[in-house]
């Protein structure tokens, strides 16, 4: 890798950059799309081709009162328990601007467990109500380390804006084969979740 050379005295008046060798790139792996869904899954194209793989969520609707949740599998789907620990936080601010909070909540965790993790949290039925986000997971064709991964999503839930931050590892040395995206009860009623693999 080259190195990168700022040609100007100061970053905030950079007007120009020595050569760059590569900034890398998204390639489209798949995209699914829910229709009263009880999951989506990604049996394929989470390998050894890429160190990190995005998926992104859009305009997730759900079928009742539930989190958005997943887990990973190290035998192509078979199961979907890996043991993960996890940290979770959420801000949320109401739209007559009577309410907000920044809510950490051991609740919304996992120490060593093998569940579903949640994403976002708590997310209900209404016309107007989704989720959209993203999941970013590092290296999981790994044989060496632990499964790393940081998420993000915001949802409009009950006149609320919430923004749930989730990150945390999948504690296993076994390579991550397979990702299952599921609502804590009813469908993924409708929505996309597009799979990218980063270069």
């Known amino acids: 890798m080259s190195l990168i050379k700022l040609n100007d005295r100061a970053v905030k008046d950079v007007t120009q950059f020595g050569s760059i060798s590569s900034l890398g790139s998204l390639t489209h792996i798949s995209t699914a799309t829910a229709s009263s869904s009880a999951s989506i899954e990604f049996t394929s194209g989470i390998d050894s081709t890429y160190k990190e793989y995005v998926f992104y969520f859009v305009n997730i609707h759900t079928s009742a009162t539930a989190n958005f949740t997943f887990n990973g599998s190290t035998d192509s789907g078979s199961n979907y328990n890996t043991t993960k620990t996890t940290t979770h936080f959420t801000p949320g601010h109401n739209e007559a601007d009577s309410s907000t909070y920044l809510d950490y909540d051991t609740g919304k965790d996992l120490a060593q467990s093998t569940s579903f993790q949640s994403l976002g949290y708590g997310i209900t039925t209404g016309n107007d109500e989704s989720l959209s986000g993203y999941m970013h997971l590092f290296n999981p064709s790994s044989t060496t380390f632990v499964k790393h991964f940081i998420a993000s999503v915001q949802y409009y ?39 990218f693999g980063v270069n």
């Open 157 to 195: 839930d009950s006149n609320f804006s919430q923004n749930s931050f989730v990150a945390g590892y999948m504690n296993t040395t076994s390579a991550v084969d397979a990702i299952k995206f599921q609502m804590s009860s009813g469908n993924i009623d409708s929505g996309e979740i597009l799979l």
